[in-house]
């Protein structure tokens, strides 16, 4: 029984072999045809000449054929785009490495290309594929050998003596490299990139296909802790993707049985402390009566996708739980997954109408961070969203690295300093400095600014001294649940109808008197 490996090794010989067989049956049956009607004579020159022109014909034919094949194998070897050895290459390069090598290999997955194809298209993309390529293969040198597995992803082999102190002393040069932009036409383009490593001794004697698996997991390993940087593969990956993977499929289950709760921190006005908004708070309770950290669930969540769907949920929740809370605004966070999805402004709508809350009311919290890894999509999407009538606001400021440039251009509603500003601001006066300014230039925006994490009483001074219009942390109130922001609504309600009928009964008997 034939394997499918020798199925593929026959395939190339039938370029050689069926025409062959062609060519004999054809020049047997005009051989046969011309000696019956031949003398003895005209026989013998007739299988001479005709032997002579088949045994030509042959030499021909081989010889086409074994060169088709050759450039066949050359092509499904070779990427078209980048021409350099692709990902058949690479495992075939691997296979014939003698055993008792130390094997390395990289896999290079490039950070920004995504923008470049964004904003340029996929012919400058193109081009930078190609320079990409020439660059990988310049630093490469005669130490190893560079391959395109696809899309923006390449892959270096080292094999031999210190294989991977070679490698990582390759991908670093090559890091170095992409740090300087690369010349389009007129165009400077700046990329960099994200590189997983791993390695196999004689001792393991691991196949490609497991280096390759282990490359790519230190690669995104990489790729959140930064980008533009090397990881080396570790077994704690691996326990790690266990977990993560236990962690994805009780997501999907918590989904299903609505495990999820809200609760809300409450922000208060910073003249007046009274509950003016609340903020969203994402909260996950087991069946078994156990909570899973949203530090631990919702990034498993964004790498799967389920955040998306989770994140519709919150919205549709909160919206239900907050319509009746009086001129109160509800805050809530979305994820960079949900920007990305040209559906969600519709579903927003959707929701929005769906449960009759006032656009008006509502406010959307983003980070920074996928701002500027994706400006183009995230501006288009968050022009839809305003004009629905909601706010969008910029939260953790202070941790990442706008600029004033990157807040006129997002418009923002409101700033919300990180409370790393609001802890560093009460210990030194440049952090405080600091402080202060981001609050200046926020009110010369126009935006409203909250601090948030403000955990006792000399942060709350400080930062409605500085000019802060809300305050938000435990100082006031820690995250509670709907019932709860109910009850302290109503207390204030209360509170405040007692205050204005006393100060009625105060102002008439001063006007009587």
């Not at 570790?234 to 709760?261: G, H, M, P």
Request: contains cysteine; charged residues 25%.
């Amino acid at each position: 029984m034939l394997k499918l490996i020798g199925l593929k090794q026959v395939r190339p010989a039938v370029l050689v072999i069926a025409p062959v067989a062609v060519l004999t049956l054809i020049s047997a049956t005009v051989l046969a045809m011309l000696l019956n009607r031949a003398d003895s004579d005209s026989a013998l020159t007739i299988l001479v000449t005709g032997g002579l022109a088949y045994a030509a014909a042959v030499v021909l034919l081989v010889r086409f054929g074994l060169a088709s094949i050759g450039k066949l194998e050359d092509l499904g070897l070779t990427d078209s785009l980048a021409a350099m050895p692709n990902r058949r290459a690479l495992h075939l390069d691997y296979a014939r490495l003698a055993p008792d090598q130390e094997r390395a290999l990289a896999l290079l997955d490039l950070d920004g290309f995504k923008s470049v194809n964004d904003q340029y298209g996929h012919f400058v993309g193109d081009r930078l594929i190609k320079e990409c390529a020439k660059l990988l293969s310049e630093v490469c040198g005669t130490e190893g050998r560079s391959y395109r597995l696809g899309g923006d992803e390449f892959a270096i082999l080292v094999a031999g003596p210190i294989a991977g102190n070679i490698l990582e002393g390759i991908c670093h040069t090559l890091l170095s490299r992409l740090a300087e932009p690369i010349l389009i036409d007129d165009r400077k383009l700046t990329i960099g990139a994200s590189v997983g490593l791993s390695r196999s001794s004689r001792r393991d004697e691991l196949s490609s296909s497991e280096l390759l698996r282990r490359s790519d997991m230190a690669m995104y390993v990489s790729k959140e802790g930064g980008k533009n940087r090397c990881t080396w593969f570790s077994d704690d990956f691996d326990k790690n993707r266990d977990i993560t993977q236990q962690v994805e499929c009780d997501l999907r289950e918590a989904l299903r049985l609505q495990e999820f709760r809200l609760a809300y921190q409450p922000l208060v006005d910073a003249q007046s402390g009274d509950i003016v908004a609340v903020e969203a708070l994402l909260r996950w309770h087991r069946s078994d009566g156990s909570m899973v950290s949203p530090g631990v669930f919702i990034p498993i969540a964004e790498k799967c996708g389920l955040i998306y769907p989770i994140g519709l949920w919150v919205l549709r929740k909160a919206c239900r739980e907050a319509l009746n809370w009086d001129g109160i605004k509800l805050s809530i966070n979305v994820s960079p997954a949900q920007l990305r999805n040209p559906e969600f402004p519709i579903e927003l709508g959707h929701i929005l109408e769906e449960t009759g809350f006032p656009p008006a009311r509502l406010e959307l919290e983003v980070t920074e961070t996928y701002l500027v890894t994706d400006p183009l999509v995230a501006n288009r999407n968050l022009d839809v969203i305003r004009k629905f009538g909601v706010g969008i606001a910029l939260d953790d400021f202070g941790t990442g690295y706008a600029s004033i440039g990157f807040l006129r251009n997002f418009r923002f509603e409101k700033l919300k300093l990180d409370r790393t500003m609001v802890v560093d601001a009460g210990l030194d006066s440049g952090s405080l400095a600091m402080m202060a300014s981001s609050i200046a230039v926020a009110r010369a925006m126009d935006m409203s600014v909250t601090a948030e994490g403000v955990e006792t009483e000399a942060q709350a001074d400080l930062v409605r001294s500085a000019g802060c219009d809300q305050i938000q942390g435990w100082y006031y109130y820690k995250a509670i649940t709907a019932p709860e922001i109910r009850a302290h609504l109503d207390e204030l309600r209360h509170r405040n109808t007692t205050r204005n009928t006393r100060k009625c009964i105060g102002d008439r008997h001063g006007h009587v008197g």
